[in-house]
């Protein structure tokens, strides 16, 4: 399989075609952003970690019955996937305080919620990732009632299914952002990348930040934290 024309380059991937027209090569670089774009740097080896760690989670899911994007991973940065259709929602689920969530609501980070919560934000750069609930997402079209239930049903399985991974890691899962995609023939599938870009993951026992809150916070040692929590997932898969 060979990557053709680039057919979208974002803040942390680039995406190719290939020669089938229903596959695409996904290519992670090291570039980091934040706050919406307004922060940028790099993050060494960023690109090889999330590349293996999101492939290994959605090869561990798709066996918990959750439906996925992954096709076969090429080399330490890229993967084949399938094409999909993006729905514009970013799904955010949370187990603990943090974040955007205990700014908004003017609570501090770290408490833990009897039940996880669900949150979406319409997916556009221009508004700043809005947030919405389910009402606004079919009045805007986003997606159907139907998409939205199954949406719904599979990031709750996808939070009980990482969290109890992550806990016989030694690592708390706090919350995570993910994308889902449609195929041609309109199954629902995740897609994007599963990664400490997109998850909270603190050490169960320091509480230690081991993800992205290293670099948008300036904490240093990101890099390290990256490494520490693959080699966790690696020898606990
Ligand atoms: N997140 C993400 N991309 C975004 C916004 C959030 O991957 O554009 C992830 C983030 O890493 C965290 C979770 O979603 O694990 C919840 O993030 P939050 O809403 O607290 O926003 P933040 O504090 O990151 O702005």
């Given at each position: 399989?060979?990557?053709?024309?680039?057919?979208?380059?974002?803040k942390?991937?680039?995406?190719?075609?290939?020669?089938?027209?229903?596959?695409?090569?996904?290519?992670?670089?090291?570039?980091?952003?934040?706050?919406?774009?307004?922060?940028?740097?790099?993050?060494?080896?960023?690109?090889v970690?999330?590349?293996?760690?999101?492939?290994?989670?959605?090869?561990?899911?798709?066996?918990?019955?959750?439906?996925?994007?992954?096709?076969?991973?090429?080399?330490?940065?890229?993967?084949?996937?399938?094409r999909?259709?993006?729905?514009?929602?970013?799904?955010?689920?949370?187990?603990?305080?943090?974040?955007?969530?205990?700014?908004?609501?003017?609570?501090?980070?770290?408490?833990?919620?009897?039940?996880?919560?669900?949150?979406?934000?319409?997916?556009?750069?221009?508004?700043?990732?809005?947030?919405?609930?389910?009402?606004?997402?079919a009045?805007?079209?986003?997606?159907?009632?139907?998409?939205?239930?199954?949406?719904?049903?599979?990031?709750?399985?996808?939070?009980?299914?990482?969290?109890?991974?992550?806990?016989?890691?030694?690592?708390?899962?706090?919350?995570?952002?993910?994308?889902f995609?449609?195929?041609?023939?309109?199954?629902?599938?995740?897609?994007?990348?599963?990664?400490?870009?997109?998850?909270?993951?603190?050490?169960?026992?320091?509480?230690?930040?081991?993800?992205?809150?290293?670099?948008?916070?300036?904490?240093?040692?990101?890099?390290?934290?990256?490494?520490?929590?693959?080699?966790?997932?690696?020898?606990?898969?």
């Open positions: 399989m060979e990557k053709k024309n680039l057919m979208y380059e974002g942390a991937k680039k995406v190719y075609e290939t020669e089938d027209p229903q596959l695409l090569i996904v290519s992670y670089k090291d570039d980091a952003t934040a706050f919406n774009g307004l922060k940028k740097g790099s993050i060494s080896g960023k690109g970690i999330n590349n293996k760690m999101s492939n290994l989670l959605m090869q561990m899911l798709e066996k918990s019955g959750v439906p996925t994007h992954f096709v076969e991973e090429l080399s330490d940065r890229e993967t084949v996937v399938k999909v259709k993006i729905l514009p929602l970013e799904v955010i689920v949370r187990n603990i305080s943090a974040g955007s969530f205990a700014k908004r609501y003017g609570v501090e980070e770290g408490i833990v919620f009897a039940e996880p919560t669900i949150e979406f934000s319409y997916k556009n750069d221009g508004l700043g990732d809005p947030l919405l609930n389910s009402y606004h997402a009045a805007l079209g986003l997606c159907t009632w139907e998409e939205m239930e199954t949406v719904k049903k599979y990031a709750f399985a996808i939070n009980d299914c990482l969290k109890a991974f992550w806990k016989s890691c030694g690592v708390t899962l706090v919350d995570f952002k993910i994308e995609g449609k195929l041609s023939d309109g199954t629902i599938v995740l897609a994007d990348e599963i990664s400490p870009d997109t998850c909270r993951l603190w050490d169960s026992k320091t509480g230690e930040k081991l993800d992205k809150d290293r670099f948008r916070r300036d904490l240093g040692g990101t890099e390290e934290a990256y490494v520490e929590v693959m080699r966790r997932l690696c020898e606990h898969i």
